[in-house]
């Protein structure tokens, strides 16, 4: 594939070219849209597990969202905690800094959390309150660091509180502690969330080719390893474009390079391994890269056999976000799945010209209008299934068509060669349920008989 | 397909040796405390001088057991034929709510939201909302637009009826088009004031529009309110129940079709609901029941006032004693007699409460959630001669606190209990550590309490995300006493069975 930034590997500092940053598309008064910036902001930011996230604003923003991600953690898990400080009438009027203060020091004296991430909500943001102030005067008084993440939700959309959320482990987090030891193989992975579990997977193939992850940025993070950020060899971002101003201030001010890529499919997984070897600059490593992914991807090659049997020729229509549109096409196609139709609702100029480089114009471009359009591209395409989030499943369900869930809240890892091999499984076991057959046929008595009068 | 393959479930793959170890070597990078630290830390946050401190927070609220206003408007929306929850706001609370009931009831949730941003925020929202029903109109087709606000619109203080007015004037809305709207701002109220401002709304709305003037007890009809209510399978319970007794009857926000439609392999924005122009008639009817009393204190008092409706309410219905009371008052409103039928049914429940008493008797249980199902529960536990111990509702109030002793009061069983509105579970988790029982009920949120204090929990309420189709089994009237008893017994004997020793592995229970 072609590398996002630098150009092959003759090119050692990926980011001279500023990526354009086109504005986040403007969500649409009267349609079914996503969430919001402090919804992105906290998605970002939550995977700290180690840290307290605070709400700071009424019910709504924590009440109807807390412990419903699908990071996973493999220690501390204070971050699924849901603190907010549940504002009410009194605390709009007479203001509720007050009780910022007292919650901050509520949690920081009885969770003792390497710090505490305030986030600012509509009307928080509203009402003027000085948040950095409370946040300033807290770190100073309790000697832990308190964060504001100012993202409120009607800036603008998830994208952005990604973006926004980058910002602030930018200017708050990163260059704050020192690790204990570094080495010459560390990268650091920004934009990669562990949803059920996939960090790990990647995790071990790095160990496997000799590299280590120092910060994890921010799936199954901790507070002080994102800290040390800064003294990483190389960053790869992974499927989140939303968080490549981070590799590029961290470019700037640290020097350390970055590359895109993603881990969905065999190729790519190959290829970030590649990149990240390659900027490590070390010569081993890179043989050992090589070694590795030849040997992985011979033996996924075995063990996809017979799962590439049944989905040979198998057409999907793939609705998700940005980054991924174009990565998970790539490992569909390596399944032999033909993408008959894609949703580009939330994808950049250059994730579009991805997907054309993948896909060309065999398949229909779904720019938005949701629900209704993926199942219309469904039926015009003659599509077998729909690979999308969990927005969109009841509906595909409804219409009985077989649904594989790509997004935030799946059980299921996806990424790398082991991943390949879970979607590969899932996809058979989906189209394979005995349930299709019952949809695909009438019932007794609303098939016509051939002696109707 | 031919071959069948299996998968391991991601609980499996990562206990895998691999993985384990993997997680061990990163500890190192962690820098954590020591384990003992860890183990005194936890150890000490299940104390008395922990407790006492958890109750002495004012300021900060965590795992908070409530959700706010407009989700309960959207949900009473949703009990009507053809209608378009629309929430004034920024986009993202409605992503929420249409993912916190679609997660519930495993539906697709048609809400859309006038996606304010900065702009609006400085300059008001009107434009967002005009704009915004023209589109949803083109895109939804639907016969009523249901509008509630969220925190920030009421926060820059948006006038929705003069921005309805305007964009009636403007044309972007259809001079008949029904568009009730309710002021729900989050930082007042939950989930079911939301549902109640709502449906209050809806109510007026259509009865304004129609000209009447109401003629209570004009028809025979009942009307029924069900309230917030996750069950779907309370709604199919109701409408036995009245056909048994032949009543006629309007259901007044029946959003169960909404959320339990049929896979025909056609999606469709609306499945059903109460049709609109029921809504009128419905001023004419002998009576008004209500089977949830704090979701509907403004509709009720509406109705009473407006309509002169003469009005029967009673927090949820769980159990022998409560359904009792429904169905008296069911026939006095109806004029008809308790069908034979059911009381045969009362006797069958009865009797199976009878087989399962001794495994019930005496256990002592803690539980989370609204205000209505709380009365329920409590009654229900008291029946079973079961100890509600802890009471913990984060939207209750005194009103509420009141009846939930007096009914404890009521009974041996209850002589243990303590109520807490207003408190979240997080104290709850203190309680079950100072006081602890041996089982919680309560919505799927109460789950790490009860998994740390290692009780088993008994799924009942909203909202419940963890388990499936409990929600299609109705829990109100005697066959809804029967299901849960047949939850709580069995969920007893499982953890008998688990933790018995060999000789009393029994097969007869
Ligand atoms: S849009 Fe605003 S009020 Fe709504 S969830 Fe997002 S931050 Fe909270």
């Known amino acids: 594939m072609e590398p996002a930034v630098s150009n092959g590997r003759l090119e050692v500092s990926c980011g001279k070219k500023i990526p354009k940053s086109t504005p986040c598309p403007r969500p649409v008064p009267g349609e079914a849209s996503g969430g919001c910036s402090f919804d992105g902001a906290q998605i970002t930011l939550i995977p700290i597990a180690d840290a307290a996230h605070l709400v700071h604003g009424p019910i709504a923003c924590l009440g109807n969202s807390w412990e419903s991600r699908g990071s996973l953690s493999s220690g501390p898990e204070l971050s699924a905690y849901g603190f907010t400080t549940d504002l009410g009438e009194q605390d709009i009027i007479f203001g509720s800094e007050q009780k910022l203060h007292e919650s901050i020091r509520y949690i920081v004296s009885r969770f003792a959390p390497p710090a505490v991430f305030v986030y600012t909500t509509c009307v928080t943001a509203l009402t003027g309150e000085d948040i950095e102030g409370v946040c300033k005067a807290e770190s100073e008084q309790l000697g832990t660091p308190i964060i504001p993440v100012n993202s409120p939700g009607f800036v603008g959309s998830k994208n952005l509180g990604t973006r926004l959320a980058g910002d602030v482990l930018f200017q708050h987090i990163i260059g704050s502690t020192e690790p204990e030891q570094t080495t010459s193989h560390d990268i650091n992975l920004i934009g990669e969330y562990n949803i059920a579990g996939e960090m790990w997977h990647i995790e071990r193939l790095m160990q496997q080719a000799g590299m280590s992850i120092l910060s994890r940025i921010t799936g199954d993070g901790r507070f002080r390893e994102v800290g040390w950020a800064h003294r990483a060899k190389a960053n790869m971002v992974v499927c989140s474009r939303a968080l490549l101003g981070l590799a590029v201030q961290m470019e700037r001010k640290y020097g350390i390079p970055y590359f895109e890529g993603s881990f969905y499919g065999a190729k790519e997984t190959s290829y970030s391994l590649r990149q990240m070897a390659y900027l490590t600059g070390d010569r081993d490593v890179e043989r050992r890269v090589d070694k590795l992914a030849a040997r992985e991807e011979m033996r996924l090659s075995l063990e996809l056999e017979p799962y590439r049997k049944q989905l040979k020729g198998k057409r999907a229509v793939l609705y998700t976000g940005g980054v991924k549109s174009w990565s998970v096409i790539t490992a569909l196609q390596e399944l032999g799945i033909k993408v008959v139709g894609v949703g580009t609702n939330k994808s950049t100029a250059e994730d579009v010209s991805r997907i054309a480089d993948r896909i060309g114009d065999d398949a229909e471009y779904i720019p938005e209008g949701g629900a209704r359009q993926i199942l219309k591209t469904v039926r015009s395409r003659k599509a077998d299934m729909v690979i999308a989030g969990g927005r969109n499943m009841y509906m595909a369900l409804k219409e009985q068509i077989p649904f594989v869930d790509i997004n935030q809240e799946r059980h299921k890892a996806y990424a790398g060669y082991d991943g390949l091999l879970s979607l590969a499984k899932q996809l058979v076991h989906t189209l394979q349920h005995p349930v299709w057959e019952l949809t695909a046929k009438l019932a007794p008595w609303e098939e016509e008989t051939e002696f109707a009068d | ?509």
């Open chain 2, 1 to 509: 397909m031919s071959e069948r393959l299996n998968i391991v479930d991601h609980n499996q793959l990562f206990r895998q040796d691999k993985y384990v170890r993997q997680r061990e070597e990163k500890r190192a990078f962690e820098a954590p405390c020591s384990p003992e630290e860890v183990t005194a830390t936890l150890e000490y946050t299940k104390t008395k001088e922990y407790k006492d401190k958890n109750f002495a927070r004012t300021a900060v609220v965590v795992n908070p057991a409530k959700a706010c206003q407009p989700l309960g408007a959207v949900m009473a929306a949703l009990g009507f034929e053809k209608t378009l929850p629309f929430i004034h706001g920024s986009q993202g609370c409605t992503a929420y709510f249409r993912s916190h009931l679609a997660r519930h009831f495993k539906e697709p949730v048609p809400a859309v939201s006038t996606s304010m941003t900065e702009d609006a925020a400085v300059f008001g929202g009107m434009r967002n909302l005009i704009d915004g029903i023209e589109n949803c109109i083109a895109l939804y087709q639907p016969e009523m637009i249901a509008v509630c606000t969220t925190c920030m619109a009421e926060v820059i203080g948006d006038d929705l009826s003069a921005f309805l007015a305007n964009a009636r004037q403007e044309g972007a809305l259809p001079e008949d088009m029904p568009v009730p709207f309710a002021n729900t701002p989050s930082f007042s109220g939950s989930h079911i004031t939301g549902y109640d401002a709502m449906l209050r709304s809806v109510l007026e709305t259509l009865y304004n529009k129609s000209g009447r003037t109401p003629q209570p007890g004009h028809e025979l009809k009942l009307n029924v309110l069900l309230g917030f209510d996750g069950y779907t399978g309370n709604f199919a319970e109701m409408r036995r129940m009245l056909g048994m007794f032949g009543a006629t009857y309007t259901i007044l926000g029946d959003h169960s079709s909404n959320f339990d439609s049929g896979a025909t392999g056609e999606y469709s924005y609306y499945y059903g609901g109460t049709p609109l122009e029921d809504v009128p008639k419905a001023a004419d009817a002998a009576g008004t029941l209500a089977i949830q009393q704090y979701s509907l204190r403004k509709t009720l008092g509406y109705m009473k006032q407006t309509w002169g409706q003469q009005v029967f309410s009673i927090s949820t219905p769980l159990g022998i004693r409560a359904t009792d009371r429904l169905l008296e008052e069911i026939s006095r409103l109806s004029g008809r007699e308790i069908p034979e039928a059911l009381k045969q049914e009362r006797a069958r429940i009865v009797d199976a409460m009878m087989d399962s008493h001794a495994y019930l008797h005496g256990k002592r249980v803690a539980m989370a959630g609204d205000p209505d199902m709380l009365i329920g529960l409590i009654g229900f536990c008291l029946e079973l001669g079961m100890e509600p111990v802890h009471i913990v509702c984060s939207n209750g109030d005194r009103k509420f606190e009141k009846e939930a002793e007096l009914l404890l009061k009521s009974s041996p069983y209850g002589a243990e209990a303590t109520v807490h509105s207003g408190q979240d579970l997080w104290h709850m988790r203190s309680l079950l550590f100072q006081d602890p029982v041996d089982l919680a009920i309560g919505s799927s949120h109460l789950k790490f309490a009860a998994k740390e204090a290692k009780i088993p929990l008994l799924r009942v309420g909203f909202p419940i995300f963890d388990r499936h189709h409990l929600h299609r089994y109705p829990i109100i009237g005697y066959q809804g006493a029967l299901n849960l008893l047949t939850q709580f017994v069995n969920t007893v004997l499982d953890v008998m069975e688990e933790q018995a020793p060999d000789h009393s592995f029994d097969l007869v229970r």
